[in-house]
């Protein structure tokens, strides 16, 4: 699976969106873009995930750029509760949900 | 409703113990995993299994093992405990293999070795 570049913290106002990159510039066409949070001590858990087109549900929108190449996590209206690690993967259909995670980006919500 | 669970959720053992972390799952989920978490550190995969009497050796199998006898549970043991396996652990679990259905994580299993 390819390997992701995440910035190691960011800070986020509560109420204003989060945006949370991501670099995967070796991804190969059949590999998908997920996105897990940690949040403190917990299990992580699952957000987002897509392969070239723009996503969103309830908790986020993923935008991945055309080239594939890097893709932002959004939260619209972060809260004190979405304090976490977030954590890019990548992964090949197929691969049976093995995930490979690396250091993630731990975002600070601040009132 | 479905669910993953963990037990012990935390548990003190002395070194050279053999201990079993067990892992439930009520999804009827083909796949599941173990990972260990270290302090600052993300999650590194240990074993796993696509189903009943699969098992796969993951980053970091040495001085582990586990067993799939049925769907709803994958049991970690460590063989002879160290205190280098002093760790969070987590199981997960999935749909199959040819999805993309999101793992679902339990809650962890806080693994101190004196």
């Known amino acids: 699976d390819a390997k992701t570049t995440q910035p190691t913290s960011m800070d986020c106002a509560e109420g204003r969106a989060a945006n949370l990159p991501c670099n995967h510039s070796?991804?190969?066409?059949?590999?998908?873009v997920y996105w897990y949070r940690q949040i403190h001590s917990q299990g992580p858990q699952y957000i987002i995930h897509g392969l070239k087109n723009n996503e969103t549900n309830e908790m986020a929108s993923l935008i991945i750029t055309e080239d594939r190449k890097s893709s932002t996590l959004i939260l619209p209206h972060a809260t004190l509760r979405d304090t976490a690690v977030y954590y890019c993967i990548v992964r090949t259909l197929g691969a049976g949900n093995m995930l490979t995670f690396g250091g993630g980006t731990r975002l600070m919500v601040k009132p | 409703d479905a669910e993953i669970t963990q037990s012990p959720r935390h548990k003190i053992t002395e070194t050279g113990r053999q201990v079993t972390l067990a892992c439930h799952q009520t999804w009827n989920h083909n796949n599941m995993f173990w990972y260990r978490q270290d302090l600052g550190h993300g999650l590194r995969l240990i074993h796993y299994?696509?189903?009943?009497?699969?098992?796969n050796k993951g980053e970091v199998s040495d001085g582990y093992s586990v067993s799939r006898s049925n769907t709803e549970d994958l049991p970690l043991t460590l063989e002879s405990a160290a205190s280098s396996q002093t760790s969070v652990y987590f199981c997960?679990?999935?749909?199959?293999?040819?999805?993309?259905?999101?793992?679902?994580f339990g809650q962890g299993t806080r693994l101190t070795v004196v």
């Open positions: 070796t991804i190969s066409g059949n590999e998908y």
């Open positions: 997960a679990s999935s749909e199959s293999r040819r999805t993309n259905t999101e793992a679902f």
């Open positions: 299994s696509y189903g009943v009497q699969d098992t």
